[in-house]
Structures are given as C-alpha cells and as structure tokens.
C-alpha cells in the first residue's frame, strides 16, 4: 500500500507538506499541489480514510438500532423505511449500520456506539410516547432525527404524519358506507402512533355519533399473525363489528385473512383498512383499503434531517442537506380506497 511518505520521497517534501497538498490546503502553492496529487495518482495512492475520519472528528457514518422485539422490522414497512435511509445514505456518501438489541439492552448499545464514536447520529423510528432513547440522547446532545413524536416534547427534529386527519378521513369513509359497529386493532399504545391513532378514532366517531366500546378496541403487536388473532376475537363478540381499523397494513392482512376464513365477504360483510399502503396493499385479495404515506421519501427525509442536525455540530460534514429548513416536518397523508371496504 502506498503511504503518505512514500509520494514525499518521490516527490522530495515533507510528509506534511503531501499531506497538506492531498487536501488542497491553501497555504500550499498551486504547483506544488499538481504535482503532489498527481504523482499520488500515478503510484495509486488510497487515502486512509479511518485516519481522516478519526482527524475530522466524525465517522461519515449514521445509524439505526434494531429491538429484537420488535418483530415489525420484518414488516414490508420497515423494508421499505430503511431502502429510503439506506438510498439517501448512500447518495450523500456516508454509511448506514445498522445495530440489533432486545429491548432491555438498547439504550446501553446507543451508549455504547455513542462512547465508541461508531456514528455521527441516529435515526430512530417507531417512537414511544416516553422514549429513553430520545430522552438520552437530546441529554448529551448529540444528532438524531425520528419519524415519529413523543409526548409532550417537539424540540428535536422529525418527520410525522397527521394522524388525526387520516383516522378521521377513515372514520368518514365507514360510516359513509353504513357501518355503526366499527373495531380497532392496535400496536401497544406504548408506541406513539398507536396511542395517537386510537385517541383520533374515538374523538371522530364521538363526532358523528358513534361510540367505542371497550370489547371494540384489540391491543396486541404489529404483525399479520397477531391481526389474524385479533379478528378471530372480534368475530365472536355476541355483536361483532361490521368493519375493522387496522393500524397498519399487517395487521390489517391479518383480519382479511381471518375474515376470509369465517366465510365472510371482505368488503362486503367485514370492511378492513389498514395503514401505511405498502406494496403489497394492491395486490393484495381483495386490495386493501389504507391510508397512503409514501414511507421510503419519508425514511430519506428523515436522513436529510439528522444530516442537517449532524451539520449544526460539525459545519465541515461532507453530506449536505440542501433544501432542509423546517426540522420538524408533519406530512398529509391519503385514503386510498379499495375493494377491502
């Protein structure tokens, strides 16, 4: 491998000074810096570039940790979540890692990769009403942007959706179509969206005149199987719902599945949406009624956030995000409607 004091024996300067001129430092003449970089071309000099990164202060680097729990980065949600960090990532020149923890050891790897100096900052996702994570890291300062909020607290950057807006676009739709008897089934209201999403259905159906019940609201995990589960329950209420809310799409594949299964039609005699409009939302059978997002844009607005978080700290960082001026972005979100309904 060729080094930095090779090119100077070469080129007969200091080991310094070839340093410098690789860098275009302006203190170096002009001639010296051409002849410089192009005898390091022509002895195919690589940068070091673990040494510049530990010289620079930064990794070039952004992460993401994984729960093991969390059995919905399995979801065609989070597929596409972290395509959208991994592209924007990618076209700005810095890494992505991506680190997996059970719960009960994440904020200790947070530490750790904060201590090692493993990242420059962190995205984070699926955000709790009170998140250690958050709490932790706006506590040391250090760069990280979310999709999604937290109670009670704004002052940080991220990208969310208006969730009161899609449940009561989605609250219209049903009862539009006839239905009175209208179910939820929800992730841990734990999870911000969770809690958020079911406190907008109540408050839209109370609107109109409807109500929800208790034996209405199903509180379990985030995935297909558990939907399936969910629905099963629904379905034997003395009085079982007409229509299903499903706060993802998985979940909501689920209650399709478990309403085909009892020999209902899905549409028809059982309504179903879901949330997020994955892919396979419309090739789904029947399509499935959900509300749009557009989830990779999202995952590569979250990475142009923390890089410009990451900016404020390190004003030489070599992602830019051109563009950012709000860092505390709400989107609007869509109903697509389709045969599920």
């Known amino acids: 491998m060729v ?17 410098r001129a690789l860098a275009g430092c302006s203190d170096v003449s002009p001639e010296t810096i051409r002849l410089v970089q192009t005898t390091a071309k022509e002895m195919g000099y690589v940068p070091n570039s673990i040494a510049q990164r530990l010289q620079k202060k930064v990794t070039d680097t952004i992460g993401i940790v994984v729960p093991y729990s969390a059995k919905g980065y399995g979801e065609p949600f989070f597929s596409e979540l972290l395509a959208g960090i991994g592209r924007e990532a990618s076209e700005q020149g810095l890494d992505l890692l991506v680190a997996y923890a059970k719960r009960e050891n994440e904020l200790s790897l947070y ?55 899609a449940m009561a676009c989605v609250v219209d739709h049903l009862a539009g179509k006839g239905h009175t008897r209208i179910a939820c089934i929800a992730p841990p209201l734990s999870v911000m969206f969770s809690a958020v999403r079911l406190r907008a259905v ?28 969910q629905t099963q329950k629904l379905l034997d209420l003395p009085h079982p719902p007409t229509a299903i809310i499903c706060f993802n ?3 909501a594949f689920g209650a399709i599945n478990a309403g085909k299964e009892r020999g209902l039609s899905i549409g028809t005699d059982l309504a179903i949406t879901g949330f997020d409009d994955v892919p396979m939302a419309e090739l789904y059978r029947p399509p499935l009624t959900t509300v749009h997002q557009p989830i990779a844009d999202i995952g590569s607005l979250v990475t142009k956030l923390l890089i410009k978080a990451i900016q404020e700290k390190h004003p030489t960082y070599r992602a830019k995000a051109d563009g950012i001026e709000n860092m ?14």
Not at 3 to 19: C, G, M, W
């Open 202 to 229: 109540r408050k839209h159906m109370e609107l109109i005149g409807l109500s929800l019940p208790s034996e209405m609201v199903c509180i379990g995990s985030f995935d297909q199987k558990d939907g399936f589960m």
């Open 3 to 19: 080094t930095l004091k090779d090119i100077a024996e070469q080129v007969q300067k200091s080991v310094t000074t070839v340093s």
């Open 249 to 251: 799409d998985s979940i």
């Open 111 to 165: 530490k750790k990769l904060v201590n090692g100096r493993r990242v420059d900052g962190f995205v984070i996702s699926r955000t709790l009403c009170h998140d250690e994570r958050i709490d932790y890291l706006s506590s040391i300062d250090f760069p990280f942007a979310s999709f999604g909020m937290v109670e009670g607290k704004q002052d940080f950057p991220f990208v969310e959706e208006d969730s009161d807006y």
């Open 328 to 341: 505390q972005i709400i989107l609007c979100p869509t109903l697509i409607i389709r045969e599920s309904s």
